[in-house]
């Protein structure tokens, strides 16, 4: 069972990105199979790799649709994207150095509430500027 699913009330309208943001949600879910794993904190220091080096590719490829569009708000949507890969690699460093010290759950709840609000709150406020792609 996964722990989010993707809501179609979540599309930006550019399939590109919707499969991205989709992406990300399977990441998150992977995040909370690994709650149940007897290797729990080395599944969850993969995940941390995979979910910076694919947020890394999605936010240059959305900020990429953003400047080519004109989007207004794209310097604060892209330092919003810089804090995001500055937190998730914070946290991949505290697993290489700790393992203990990161949980998955709260990695988990982190996340989740990062990337639905994040695509409610900002990413759904450039839709009609992308709605042509």
Known sequence: M???EWQPNLSVGVTELDEHHKQLVALINQV???LA???QQERLARVLNDLVAYTRFHFDREEHYLRVNGYPDYNSHRAA???LV???MELQD???RDPASVKAMDTMDFLSRW???HIVGQDL???SYLAKE
């Open 2 to 4: 996964a722990y989010l």
């Open 32 to 34: 909370y199979d690994s």
């Open 37 to 39: 794993a007897v290797d």
């Open 81 to 83: 994207h810089a804090a």
């Open 86 to 88: 500055q937190q998730v």
């Open 94 to 96: 505290r697993i290489n």
């Open 115 to 117: 990337l639905i609000q």
């Open 125 to 127: 406020k450039y839709k």
